[in-house]
């Protein structure tokens, strides 16, 4: 336990902060981000919040400014600043103690739709002024739109992905709100031609009282525990004494990186280009000043906004760049802000990062935002490319019938791993989320428990990882069977361009995303006078992005991208080595394996 601290005695920001203080304040403010995690997973009701972990949490300073989080998504890390500072422009000093703000527009700091935002001021007892800000986002399975999941791989307008919001006041002096977020959620969306409001709202409304139980519904007992323990202990000018200076250590952190960078390069001008899979360019030059230790990152020369949802907007940008200068960094930091402040962004008007008010921008949350990384660390020569991809699976029932009438539904989301890029020393990981998504997949128990679905096979797929001096990791291979019919969507990238090696280093393996189709006589393709034990099917590639209606035991089976290498392997080029090192076959096993030997049994 952290004691409490004798003012007098600490050191001042005009001598520069205590460096022990420095680094008990830094894990302090991190764990307040924790336990609201903890908080939030413990009251929480759906798959994606309690088992998944989609979700962040994070603590702002007055200005907006990111302090310090736990290790959640840093996708949602890095741009949940833009929402904190939206919503203090807009309602300036209108708000007051009991009071949440809900949102999730791109437009005012969001990511994409369906990571709902929840922001909560918290105030000073005695002069009633904001000392903090905490918020909370995660990723909500159904959120309304044309296809349950709310993910469609299909969409070309922000309309048709769901309930956008760009600010509500969830919670008003403590009161929760629930007929406005019913408007907001279920209503709004409706009214879009085809589209659907969210399809679930009791599981969404009961996670977002997860979102604000400590903070909002019981504010009049203790404002917001976690924060106000800290100013307890320390006395609220040490507190805020001590965010400025994390800030401040991450900003130098910063700035020697990139003097470093520029002097193993010999070079203070650096680029890098990769493209999408449709044939976007992602371009990026960086021009670093050494002598300040700041950089510009200049993103001239990529696509023009596109007609689909590969859309980035500027805050995802945002928080792809100051996730590669934090994990470039060799140093136990939070991530913060002042990553950020050695940095110029420059972002061309018009362009897929900085699209207009209504492009589609579910992918670009989950698909670009990945590319960027690998631009990013390719530019500054750190690592070679991830699979680049999150692999986003949905799948539901329900929305509008063909006659325009609601129909009771649920919707599902899980974002599925693939191999990790190799660097100067270190092989890349199998089967994992890579760079800004770090959730969890579902859980096969639970999947199958919850929903009407049998995962056959869930495991590495051996051959997809890029060779070389350092290999890539390897991709997995996910196997699912739908036991009723529903709608089924994939989105997904690197399916016809491979994630590339560095220094020689082979790629890592493409994408495939293949429906196992069971032919039927009422689809047309199965002859009605042919009679066999055994069900044909027929294997359909689907691309990487698709929308399916599949029927009772039909199968989708996903192939994730594996990374690329770094180096040339000089064993393998001159014939010492006898191939892949030895990998453990993998042995059927959980539901499908107990429901064969019952079969086999009887």
Known sequence: MLGKVDHSSSKGSSNGPDPILLT???????????????????????TNIKERLDFSCALFAPDGDLVANAPFIPIHLGSMSFAVKYQMKLHAKTLKEGDVLMTNSPHAGGSHLPDI?????????????IIFFTASRGHHADIGGILPGSMPPTSVSIFEEGAEIESFKIVDGGVFNHDGLVE??????????GSSGCRNIRDVESDLKAYVYREALEYDKRLNPFVTLVVEDYG???VQEYMYHIRANAEMSVRNLLRDVAKRAGNNVLNAVDYLDDGSPICLRVEINETEGSAVLDFEGTGCEVRGNLNAPVSVVHSAVIYCMRAMLDLDIPLNAGCLVPLEIKIPQKSLLSPSRTAAVCGGNVLTSQRIVDVVLKAFHAAAASQGCTNNLTFGTGGKDKDG?????????????????AGPGWHGTDGVHTHITNTRIGDVEILERRYPVMI??????????????????????????????MQVSILSERRTRQPYGMEGGGPGALGRNTWVKQLRTEDGDLDP???????????????????????KGDHLVIETPGGGAWGV??????????GAPHIKMWEPRGSVAERAAAQAGF
Do not use: C
């Open 24 to 46: 008990l304040f830094a894990n302090r403010f991190m764990s307040v981000a924790e336990a609201m995690g903890r908080s939030l997973r413990q009251t929480s009701i759906s």
């Open 117 to 129: 935002t929840v922001i909560t001021p918290v105030f000073n007892s005695n002069t009633n002024e």
């Open 184 to 193: 907001y959620m279920v209503d709004k969306p409706s009214r879009y031609p």
């Open 236 to 238: 609220l000018a040490t």
């Open 405 to 421: 009438k609601a129909v009771a539904g649920w919707g599902y989301y899980e974002t599925i791993a693939g191999g990790s890029g």
């Open 456 to 485: 056959h096979q869930f495991g590495l797929r051996h051959g997809s990882a890029g060779l070389g001096k350092w290999h890539g990791g390897e991709g997995v291979i996910r196997d699912i069977e739908f036991l009723e019919p």
């Open 529 to 551: 006078h042919v009679r066999d034990s055994i069900v044909p099917t027929r294997e359909i590639n689907v691309g990487g992005k698709s929308t399916v209606y599949m029927g």
């Open 569 to 578: 392997d000089e064993d393998a080029v001159h014939g010492k080595k006898d």
